[in-house]
C-alpha cells in the first residue's frame, strides 16, 4: 500500500464554518506534512509533524489547526477562513525527515464562501 | 522569495525525443532535489531524486543531473512519451532544517 489517502476530496465551507481535512497512510511512515496550493502556484508547505509531533509550523494562520492523533493520521481542522484560503490542500508523508521520496494524497479542493 | 525556479512554464517535444526539464536554485544550503510528476486534480507523484554527493541518477528513462557549482538541475526524459505530458516540478530540501521547497513547475507537452 503505497497511498495517501485524503478525505474530502471537495469542500465548500462558509467563513463561519468548522471543518476539518483528513489524511491517512498505512506505509509506517514518521514524517507527515500539510501543503497548501493556490492555482499555477507551487505547493508551499504548513505544518510538518515527526513522529507525531509539530516539527515545522510556517507562520500559518491560528484559523488552521494542525492534529496527528496518531502515526498514521494527520487532521487540519479549519475555522472561520477567508476566501483567500480557497486552495488544494495536500497532505503527504515520508519514511521520514527529511523528504526522501514523500507520498502524496490526491488533495482536497477547499472553497470558502 | 522563490529559492527554487522552473524559468519554462512550458515546454513542447514530439514523442521520441529528449525532454530536457531545468530549475535553478539559491540556497546553498540545499542538499537533496527531487523532481515530482501532477496531472490536473491529482497530488504530485515522486519521480527521482538526487542527493548533493552526487551529479547523475538514473531510472529508466528518467536522469537527473545535479552541477552544485551552478546551482543547476536538469532532468532529462527520453524517449518522450504522450504519457508524459504533465506538469513537472523541481523541489528542493535542507536536510538540517527539514524543509522542502518546490519550484513554479513546467507543463510538459509530448505531441505524438
Known amino acids: 500500500d503505497t497511498e495517501v489517502t485524503q478525505t474530502p476530496k471537495h469542500l465548500v465551507m462558509g467563513m463561519t464554518n468548522k471543518k476539518s481535512l483528513k489524511c491517512e497512510q498505512h506505509?509506517?511512515?514518521?514524517?507527515m506534512y500539510w501543503y497548501k496550493q493556490k492555482a499555477k502556484k507551487p505547493p508551499e508547505l504548513m505544518f510538518v509533524y515527526s513522529y507525531e509531533k509539530l516539527s515545522i509550523n510556517e507562520s500559518v494562520p491560528s484559523r488552521f489547526s494542525p492534529e496527528c492523533p496518531n502515526s498514521s493520521l494527520l487532521n487540519l481542522h479549519l475555522h472561520a477562513l477567508q476566501p483567500e484560503d480557497s486552495a488544494l490542500y495536500l497532505c503527504?508523508?515520508?519514511?521520514?525527515?527529511?523528504?526522501?521520496?514523500?507520498?502524496f494524497g490526491q488533495g482536497t479542493r477547499l472553497t470558502v464562501v | 522569495d522563490q529559492q527554487v525556479k522552473q524559468n519554462s512554464p512550458s515546454l513542447s517535444v514530439q514523442e521520441g525525443r529528449i525532454s530536457i526539464l531545468n530549475c535553478d536554485y539559491t540556497?546553498?544550503?540545499?542538499?537533496?532535489f527531487l523532481w515530482y510528476k501532477k496531472y490536473p486534480a491529482e497530488g504530485p507523484t515522486f519521480l527521482i531524486s538526487?542527493?548533493?554527493?552526487?551529479d547523475k541518477n538514473e531510472d529508466g528513462r528518467f536522469t537527473v543531473f545535479l552541477n552544485k557549482s551552478a546551482k543547476h538541475l536538469s532532468l532529462h526524459i527520453v524517449p518522450s512519451q504522450p504519457g508524459d505530458s504533465a506538469v513537472y516540478f523541481c523541489a528542493a530540501s535542507d536536510s538540517g532544517a527539514n524543509n522542502l521547497f518546490f519550484g513554479t513547475g513546467t507543463r510538459l507537452t509530448v505531441i505524438p
Open positions: 540556497n546553498s544550503m540545499f542538499d537533496y
Open positions: 503527504a508523508s515520508s519514511q521520514r525527515q527529511p523528504y526522501y521520496e514523500a507520498f
Open positions: 538526487i542527493s548533493s554527493i552526487k
Open positions: 506505509m509506517g511512515h514518521r514524517a
